[in-house]
């Protein structure tokens, strides 16, 4: 085989195989943008999924799944893209606002540390080594309102992101509603 033939072969192999590809990058961040089933999919991978689907009331993962995304809303939120180094921030509490749900807030602490340690922009470090802010998270559920479609409550998560010296810096706010008469939140 001649080496202009080999070199045809190699890259028609090579556009064939980018064609091939159903992931579309976002070139703010050069992260690859999933879609709503890969992100269950990803973020439930030592859960079951058939729980996750079939509870009666919110759990664990209902929480995981809505603190993932925002988690990566404040990743991507200008403040963090903007400074060369990555920032330092500190994971004080995991407050649940709703007792009655089979809800374990150090479970949710755990995902949301690891979620923020992931990214590009965020550094999350402890307590006791300098940081340059604190996260708050918040889960609880709040009343829907102006909609027959879906149960009265939905799941409500807050980050909050205070300044060292306890000033609010930034919040994110995520809602997670469920059809009535279903299992799955959306």
Not at 1 to 18: E, P
Not at 51 to 58: E, I, N, S, T
């Amino acid at each position: 085989m001649k080496f202009g033939a080999l070199c045809r072969l190699s890259l028609f192999c090579v556009v064939s195989f980018a064609a091939a590809c159903t992931h579309r990058i976002d070139a703010r961040r050069l992260d690859i943008i999933e879609s709503p089933e890969e992100v269950i999919e990803r973020e439930t991978d030592y859960m079951t999924y058939l729980r996750l689907k079939k509870a009666p009331g919110p759990l664990d993962q209902d929480y995981i799944i809505l603190s993932g995304r925002l988690a990566r809303e404040m990743a991507r939120d200008d403040m963090f893209s903007a400074p060369p180094e990555r920032v330092k921030v500190a994971l004080r509490d995991v407050l649940n606002y709703h007792p009655t749900a089979d809800v374990h807030p150090a479970v949710i602490h755990e995902y949301v540390e690891h979620a923020l340690m992931n990214t590009r922009a965020l550094w999350m470090v402890d307590g006791s080594t300098p940081y340059d802010y604190v996260l708050d998270v918040e889960l609880s559920e709040v009343p829907v309102r102006d909609d027959d479609n879906v149960e009265s409550k939905a799941l409500a998560v807050m980050f909050v992101l205070f300044q060292p010296n306890g000033d609010i810096k930034k919040e994110w706010f995520g809602v997670l509603k469920r059809e009535k008469g279903s299992r799955s939140w959306y």
